[in-house]
């Protein structure tokens, strides 16, 4: 086995930038084929700053602290949605000393029985402070009732103990990968990671809100340890029929990463199986999972893996399927993802873009369509790129990373196929299909050309104090869509203007590692994303959670 797990320092705390075999995800490091087993797993938020392990020193900071994001008027005014409302200003910690609250990883779910109820989540660092004394992410939600125009900001209770955590939650002291769901009844679930910063407790909450998301009940316990020797990250949630309910995440141990899951017939309230297996035996090393309920109970859940028949050299989307509620599944590679180490060039031991630091993975984001019953799933890579995929340990070229989808029915899926042309780098995609149409959106890099290179030419960079560094090429991202009524021709940009990623935590090397999309049932669909301009004339640039909606 040639490949590992790098452990990342956000609230999303392992990160599939290369393929995914090897032994352990010991922190800091790659684990390389004939290395020995550390006798224990360290979890990678240990000790670390929110979003980023270098928090300090000054070298380490984000663009927020300069002019001109530092100002309101970064950026033009926008009628683009911003979901967040009465963000504070940091006051721990240095790299974003001083500046807004950061919002990032954004999850949106559009409730079956009232198309223009939607609600949103994101990790959210408005509370301070955690263990190491900074601004931590919490579980924080956004609710909408009137199709995305208005959003009403909610913190979820009890998740940690700066939010009012009792019992066992007085154990975490942050929250994040949040993830939403809304069951056919309205019932809507949020779901987190909790653990805490100075010791290995980790766990899995899921809340429970009957009123929209306006309010939410105390969380519900899935799963938790406090052991060295494991650790839970990266989990999904999906609601289906007659009160079901699945949550899906990654347990580390020392021999493996399977995707595990747990299960509650009764609308979260209990929850049975925790930590029983998704991925079987020829998969032992996995991450990114996303559950899907098909109308009919049929339980799908897609996922990242390293690939036996490469032994293990190389990754694989694959998806699970059960009909049985999950107590056997059928395990089926779907596509190659071309994530190996000559695929993309390296900032700070995570893969990145050409000229970026924000780290990268290839999780799949997935869709069940509640009509047809057909599967929709992308994920973005590096395909025919320079040195990718030809075996190296560096990529060598400039990066045109692009998204790729598998649709069908169940035993009859397509072949990968590319859906965004262009030079561009995509990444980040999302997906959602309802009635055989399908939308799909990402971040891109398509619209460089059009970038303001005052604002997009900045990166943060290394010194002896805090350095804006210039770069010969933007470094902007916006965000798109496309859907397959005009079988994916046109690209819509859901963004007026691009913004810098580099804007927040320590050399701006972390905006979160997914973004979400929906269609509700008139037919509208909804994208969310971490857009870096915070509210153009009323609060300086930072990361935020924008929101857009459009017919598919």
Not at 238 to 245: Q, R, S, T, Y
Not at 333 to 345: A, I, K, M, N, Q
Not at 387 to 396: K, L
């Amino acid at each position: 086995m040639s490949r590992g797990l790098r452990a990342a320092a956000g609230v999303s705390v392992l990160l599939l930038t290369t393929a995914l075999a090897g032994p352990t995800a010991a922190a800091a490091a790659e684990t390389q084929a004939g290395g020995p087993t550390p006798p224990t797993l360290t979890s990678p938020w240990l000790n670390q700053g929110p979003g980023h392990g270098r928090d300090t020193p000054l070298a380490a900071v984000g663009l927020c602290r300069s002019a001109p994001f530092n100002t309101t008027v970064a950026y033009a005014p926008t009628t683009d949605v911003n979901a967040i409302v009465n963000d504070p200003v940091n006051d721990s910690g240095s790299s974003n000393l001083g500046c807004r609250s950061p919002q990032n990883e954004t999850a949106i779910a559009v409730d079956p029985t009232n198309p223009n109820h939607l609600i949103a989540a994101a990790n959210d660092y408005r509370v301070c402070c955690n263990s190491t004394g900074l601004h931590d992410a919490s579980g924080w939600s956004y609710a909408s009732f009137d199709g995305g125009t208005t959003w009403t900001n909610v913190q979820t209770p009890g998740l940690t103990v700066q939010t009012g955590g009792t019992g066992v939650f007085q154990q975490f002291d942050a929250a994040g990968d949040p993830a939403l769901a809304i069951g056919p009844d309205g019932t809507a679930y949020y779901a987190n990671i909790v653990f805490n910063r100075s010791r290995p407790a980790t766990g899995i909450a899921v809340s429970v809100s009957h009123d929209g998301g306006l309010t939410w009940d105390a969380p519900n316990m899935v799963t938790y340890l406090q052991s060295a020797n494991f650790f839970h990250d990266k989990e999904l949630i999906a609601a289906g029929p007659d009160g079901k309910v699945v949550v899906t995440w990654t347990r580390f141990d020392q021999t493996g990463s399977p995707i595990v899951y747990a299960f509650s017939d009764n609308h979260g309230q209990s929850w049975n199986r925790a930590g029983s297996k998704v991925s079987d035996p020829s998969h032992p090393f996995n991450q990114g999972s996303f559950p899907q309920f098909a109308s009919d109970g049929t339980l799908y859940v897609a996922y990242e893996g390293a690939s036996p028949t490469a032994g293990f050299t190389t990754d694989a989307t694959v998806i699970a399927r059960s009909t049985d509620d999950g107590h056997t599944f059928t395990n089926v590679e779907v596509g190659r993802v071309f994530d190996d180490l000559d695929c993309f060039p390296v900032f700070n031991g995570r893969q990145v873009l050409s000229n970026e630091h924000w780290r990268l993975n290839s999780f799949p984001s997935f869709s069940v369509d509640p009509i047809t019953g057909r599967l929709a799933v992308v994920w973005a890579d590096n395909e025919g790129v320079g040195t990718c995929g030809q075996g190296g340990t560096t990529f060598v070229g400039t990066t045109s990373a692009q998204v790729k989808l598998v649709t069908g029915a169940w035993g009859a899926l397509s072949a990968p196929t590319r859906i965004t042309p262009g030079a561009g780098d995509k990444a980040y995609p999302a997906v959602a299909i309802r009635n055989g149409k399908i939308a799909v959106s990402y971040y891109t890099r398509d619209y460089a050309a059009t970038h303001n290179p005052a604002i997009c030419n900045l990166t943060a960079g290394p010194g002896a104090g805090f350095v804006v560094v210039p770069t010969p090429v933007s470094t902007c991202l916006d965000y798109a869509a496309r859907v397959s009524t005009d079988g994916f021709a046109t690209e819509r940009r859901l963004t007026s203007e691009a913004s810098n990623p580099h804007v927040e935590f320590a050399d701006g090397a972390f905006i979160g590692d997914y973004t979400q999309i929906v269609i509700g049932t008139n037919g509208v669909a909804h994208a969310a994303w971490t857009d870096f301009r915070g509210r153009p004339g009323v609060t300086s640039a930072n990361q935020d959670v924008y929101v857009a909606s459009f017919a598919v």
